[in-house]
Each structure stands twice: as structure tokens, then as C-alpha cells.
């Protein structure tokens, strides 16, 4: 599956490409639990969310898409939260560890004000918002949805939340 890393510009410029990879892991709330010493590189489901929710005044940030096989994705999945559109939201993330981060998986460097986002990108993402404002609409806390999520994929929940919705 293709997924997206956002990372400064800068970065490229002044590191060798083995040090972009070297990223510790975040502070920010997440279900991650990291292993003490390994690092890790983050990865989102959704380039749409990236170009929404990370500001880019100075132009120096880019979106690094990469091609990386399902069943590690799989093994690395979990959620970040963050506030959109005034609600929290549980987005899709990998923390892959470095060291199983193979650097021929990247397919392309943008920098983020002129990345390409393809329509079904952004509509994948925009159903995937409307699916959990629905959940939350519904009664479900964020934590709820969030287990649900871990416990099965992003594509089936939405399918079921949208299946529900043409039943009413």
C-alpha cells in the first residue's frame, strides 16, 4: 500500500538520505507503544490528511510516499489524534521501525504546497471523516471508534457505517 511521511525539506538538504529516516519517535498521542531504543518512522493512510493538517508557510515541507508491503503495515498500524474541523480524530499512522524500513520503498519526494493529490486519495479521506463524525453522531467516543478501528480495517468500517446509512 502506498503511504505518506511528512518531513522538512531541509532536512533532505543538509542529511544524507539515511538520517531523514532516522526519526525518534513522537510525543503526540497515539495507541503506539514503542519498544525502548528502536526508532521509528511514521507513515499516514491519507497524503489528503498531511496537506490539510500540517501548516506550510515557509514552503520547506515535503510528502514522502513510499510502497511498502501490507503485512508490515499491517503489524505497524495504529492511530494518531488530532483536532480537525474542531473534533478529535483518530487517523490512520504506521510506525514502522527503522530498521525494517526498506529506503527502496520510497517512490516519490513533493514538496507539500505543490503535491498531487489524487481525487480518490481525497475522497477515500473525506468518506473516512464522515464515517467517524457519523460514529460520533451516533453516541460512539472517540476510544470506541479507535478499538473498533484497531480491530478491523479502515475500509470495512466505512462500508458498514455507509451501508447502515443507505438502509435509513
Not at 47 to 68: P, R, T, V, Y
Not at 132 to 153: A, E, F, R
Amino acid at each position: 500500500m502506498i503511504v505518506y511521511h511528512f518531513d522538512i525539506n531541509d532536512c533532505l538538504k543538509k542529511n544524507s538520505q539515511k538520517q531523514v529516516f532516522k526519526k525518534l519517535q513522537s510525543n503526540l498521542f497515539n495507541t503506539f507503544n514503542y519498544d525502548k531504543g528502536k526508532e521509528y518512522i511514521h507513515f499516514f493512510r491519507y497524503k489528503s490528511f498531511i496537506q490539510q493538517f500540517f501548516d506550510d508557510d515557509n514552503g520547506e515541507s515535503i510528502i514522502l510516499s513510499a510502497d511498502i508491503p501490507d503485512e508490515l503495515l499491517e503489524k505497524c498500524k495504529g492511530f494518531g489524534f488530532y483536532i480537525i474541523e474542531n473534533q478529535e480524530m483518530p487517523i490512520p499512522e504506521y510506525a514502522v521501525p527503522l530498521e525494517e524500513f526498506n529506503e527502496n520503498c520510497v517512490i516519490g519526494v513533493e514538496k507539500i504546497q505543490e503535491a498531487n493529490i489524487e481525487f480518490e486519495d481525497l475522497n477515500q479521506y473525506k468518506k473516512y471523516l464522515e464515517t467517524i463524525k457519523k460514529l460520533k453522531s451516533n453516541g460512539m467516543d472517540v476510544p470506541s471508534i479507535t478499538v473498533n478501528l484497531l480491530n478491523s480495517s479502515v475500509c470495512s468500517l466505512i462500508e458498514n457505517v455507509q451501508t447502515e446509512n443507505k438502509r435509513k
